[in-house]
């Protein structure tokens, strides 16, 4: 199985501020590599698949990058309602497996 | 518009059965449906996928063995069924649609059905 792991796991920050978050695979994924966002009590949301294609609708302070099998999302300056939880997931091959989730909290 | 809408929250025993669902809307039923697991204050975990146009079906080995997951394509819903409910089965289930592109993200989600076990 492929593992996925996600720093940090959580962070303290400020509106404006230009947050990143890293997810590793214990393997090549290539790019097939999904970021999601949870709000609590909601569904995730879909943002970026493929590790940089920007969902319709999702903002573009939010972008992805990397390759094969370290990947970042990067909100560019962060806004009231992207405090959330956020996870990667490697969409390349059975079983999928997400990451352990970073919460972007209210410094 | 796209919709997956689930099963209401359940209320359950030890040692009972239960078949949540996931009935898909404003699409073709023909993309592979996902079942994720999320126990309170904690990640997802995928539990598995079918394809509604052949049944074929793909789990998780944490979860192989322990659910059933099956479709209906004649009413475009999916399910998920356990044969006997343990108290650690309490969660947060959401199902899940993949897109066709050929990547395995999920592009929209259900709701959501809040599984309680408890005597």
């Known amino acids: 199985d492929i593992q996925m792991t996600q720093s940090p796991s959580s962070v303290s920050t400020s509106v404006g501020d230009r947050v990143t978050i890293s997810c590793r695979a214990s393997?090549?994924?290539?790019?097939?590599l999904a970021w999601y966002q949870q709000k609590p009590g909601k569904a995730p949301k879909l943002l970026i698949s493929?590790?940089?294609t920007l969902q319709s609708g999702v903002p573009s302070r939010f972008s992805g990058s990397g390759s094969g099998t370290h990947f970042t999302l990067t909100i560019s300056s962060l806004q009231p309602e992207d405090f959330a939880t956020y996870y990667c997931?490697?969409?390349?091959?059975?079983?999928?497996?997400f990451g352990g989730g970073t919460k972007v909290e209210i410094k | 518009e796209v919709q997956l809408v689930q099963s209401g929250a359940e209320l359950k025993k030890p040692g009972e059965s239960l078949k949540i669902s996931c009935k898909g809307l404003?699409?073709?039923?023909?993309?592979?449906i996902g079942w994720v697991r999320q126990m309170p204050g904690k990640g997802l975990e995928w539990m598995g996928n079918?394809?509604?146009?052949?049944?074929?079906?793909r789990y998780s080995p944490s979860f192989q063995g322990q659910v059933t997951i099956s479709v209906d394509r004649s009413i475009s819903t999916a399910y998920l069924q356990w044969k006997r409910l343990k108290a650690s089965d309490s969660a947060m289930y959401y199902c899940?649609?993949?897109?066709?592109?050929?990547?395995?993200?999920?592009?929209?989600w259900g709701q959501g059905t809040l599984v309680t076990v408890s005597s």
């Open positions: 899940a649609r993949q897109d066709d592109s050929g990547s395995f993200e999920f592009d929209y």
């Open positions: 404003g699409f073709t039923f023909t993309h592979w």
């Open positions: 079918i394809y509604p146009g052949d049944s074929e079906t």
């Open positions: 393997q090549g994924i290539d790019r097939w």
């Open positions: 493929e590790a940089s």
């Open positions: 997931q490697q969409a390349d091959s059975f079983p999928l497996t």
